[in-house]
C-alpha cells in the first residue's frame, strides 16, 4: 500500500481464513523471487503509480532470465553412479568466460544425483520411451550414464517479461503471472558451445556413445529466474538503486534475484544469499541513521 506522498504504508494480505487483513509499517522489504516479486509490484497500484509499484518507467517484469543449460550425456562400460550428496561433485569454470567470439558461458558441472523416475527422460536420440527395450535400457544404464552440463549465462531481453494477466485471477481475485518472450538467438550459439566441450569431456573420459543437450528459443525463468526489478542508477533504466531500495519509494527494498541485470553462468542461489546480506545491511544502517524515511 503506498500513500500519495509515494510512501510504503503497509501490506494487504489474505489470512488463513480468506479475510482480508491490513499491516502498517514503517519499510516493507520484497524477496518473493524474480516472478512474485514482480507481480506483486505490478499489483500494487496506486495514484501515483497506476502501472503498479515502482513502474513509472515500464520496467517492472521486464528482462526476465533463468539459464539455458546445456550439456551432455555419456554411456560407460563401468558404473559410475555416485550417490555421496545431492548435488554436483565435479565442477570447471574454462568456459565461464573468454570464449572467442562468444560474449558469455557457463560452468560445466555433473548431474545431481537422478532418481530412477528422473531417469526415464534420459535416453539417447531414437531411443524408444515405452515398452521393453525402454525398460531394458533402464536396467542396464541406470548407473552407466554420467550428465556433464552447464547453466548457459542469458542475455537480458527486454520483451522477456513478467505481466499482470488481464483476466486470469487467483482463487482471491488477484490477477496472476503471465510470462511471455524468448531466449537471444546468442544465447542458442553459447549453448551449442558449451554442448560441445561437455561431450569432449565424456569421451576423453571414456564414455562408449555421447549425445548433446542443447535449448531452444523458448522463454526461461523456470528455475534461477532472475532480473525483473534490476538494479541500477538510472530510475528510466532500472527499478531499484544499488541497495535494492526502489527508485520511486524510499522505503520499499526489493532482497532477491529480480534485482540481477545478468544472471551469470553459474547457480544464483550464493549470489541472492551475498544480496541478502547487502541489502539488510544498509537497511540497517540508514535505517537507525534516519536516511530512509
Not at 126 to 144: I, L, V
Not at 202 to 218: F, H, K
Not at 256 to 283: C, K, R
Request: charged share 20%.
Amino acid at each position: 500500500m503506498v500513500d500519495d506522498g509515494g510512501f510504503a504504508r503497509g501490506v494487504r494480505y489474505f489470512d488463513g481464513d480468506d479475510r482480508a487483513q491490513y499491516q502498517t509499517c514503517d519499510l516493507v522489504v520484497l524477496s518473493g523471487g524474480a516472478v512474485e516479486t514482480a507481480r506483486l509490484l505490478l499489483n500494487s497500484k496506486s495514484h501515483l503509480f497506476p502501472a503498479g509499484a515502482g513502474n513509472r518507467f515500464d520496467w517492472v517484469g521486464r528482462n526476465l532470465q533463468g539459464h539455458a543449460y546445456s550439456g551432455a550425456w555419456g554411456e560407460f562400460a563401468d558404473e559410475t553412479f555416485d550417490d555421496v550428496g545431492s548435488g554436483a561433485t565435479v565442477a570447471i569454470s574454462d568456459y565461464s568466460h573468454g570464449n572467442a567470439g562468444l560474449r558469455g558461458g557457463a560452468v560445466l558441472c555433473n548431474e545431481f544425483i537422478r532418481p530412477p523416475y528422473l531417469f526415464t527422460g534420459v535416453r539417447p536420440p531414437g531411443s524408444a520411451r515405452w515398452g521393453k527395450e525402454h525398460k531394458d535400457y533402464q536396467r542396464r544404464f541406470f548407473k552407466r550414464t554420467v550428465t556433464v552440463q552447464g547453466p548457459v549465462q542469458e542475455m537480458p531481453m527486454f520483451e522477456a517479461r513478467v505481466q499482470a494477466d488481464p483476466s486470469v485471477r487467483d482463487h482471491w481475485g488477484i490477477p496472476v503471472a503471465r510470462l511471455s518472450g524468448h531466449r537471444h538467438p546468442h544465447d542458442l550459439e553459447i549453448g551449442r558451445f558449451i554442448s560441445a566441450q561437455a561431450e569432449r569431456w565424456l569421451r576423453e573420459a571414456g564414455a562408449l556413445r555421447t549425445w548433446r543437450s542443447v535449448p531452444g528459443p523458448g522463454l526461461s525463468g523456470g528455475q534461477h529466474q532472475a532480473g525483473t526489478c534490476r538494479m541500477g542508477d538510472d530510475p528510466r533504466t532500472s527499478v531499484a538503486n544499488k541497495f535494492g531500495q526502489v527508485h520511486d519509494i524510499d522505503n520499499l527494498f526489493i532482497s532477491d534475484a529480480s534485482l540481477h541485470v545478468t544472471n551469470g553462468g553459474f547457480n544464483p542461489v550464493l549470489t541472492i544469499m551475498a544480496l541478502g546480506f547487502w541489502v539488510g545491511s544498509y537497511i540497517g544502517t540508514a535505517f537507525k541513521a534516519g536516511r530512509i524515511k
